[in-house]
């Protein structure tokens, strides 16, 4: 009942800056505010890893291989999540994918995006 599609995602070059984008639609019955929005990245060969995400209270987390350098956001009205990505080394080329963990668990479904290929180049 949640759709997620991210996008932003291309080939860059070492140092170089992309903002990747999920937009959520679908809602039904749980409500935007009641999922924690956050980014995973999976790269060849690698298991799926947290990258960036909102805690239930509004804070964030970041996983230590991008602190600063990586910042999440979002816009509740637009219903939008986004990932600044800053200083872009090869070892964050991946597919990267958003992730709707719902608060309500009992009645609400988890929501994977269909990922956004960032390739980064020496």
């Given at each position: 009942?949640?759709?997620?599609?991210?996008?932003?995602?291309?080939?860059?070059?070492?140092?170089?800056?992309?903002?990747?984008?999920?937009?959520?639609?679908?809602?039904?019955?749980?409500?935007?505010?009641?999922?924690?929005?956050?980014?995973?990245?999976?790269?060849?060969?690698?298991?799926r890893e947290f990258v960036a995400g909102f805690?239930?209270?509004?804070?964030?987390?970041?996983?230590?291989?991008?602190?600063?350098?990586?910042?999440?956001?979002q816009d509740n009205a637009k219903h939008t999540?986004?990932?600044?990505?800053?200083?872009?080394?090869?070892?964050?080329?991946?597919?990267?994918?958003?992730?709707?963990?719902?608060?309500?668990?009992?009645?609400?479904?988890?929501?994977?995006?269909?990922?956004?290929?960032v390739t980064v180049s020496s």
């Amino acid at each position: 009942q949640v759709r997620l599609v991210e996008s932003g995602g291309h080939s860059v070059q070492a140092g170089g800056s992309l903002r990747l984008t999920c937009a959520a639609s679908g809602y039904t019955h749980c409500n935007y505010d009641n999922y924690d929005m956050s980014w995973y990245r999976q790269a060849p060969g690698a298991g799926r890893e947290f990258v960036a995400g909102f805690n239930t209270d509004g804070s964030t987390g970041y996983a230590s291989s991008v602190k600063g350098r990586f910042t999440i956001s979002q816009d509740n009205a637009k219903h939008t999540v986004y990932l600044q990505m800053n200083s872009l080394t090869p070892e964050d080329t991946a597919m990267y994918y958003c992730k709707a963990d719902p608060i309500e668990h009992w009645r609400c479904s988890l929501a994977w995006g269909q990922g956004t290929q960032v390739t980064v180049s020496s």
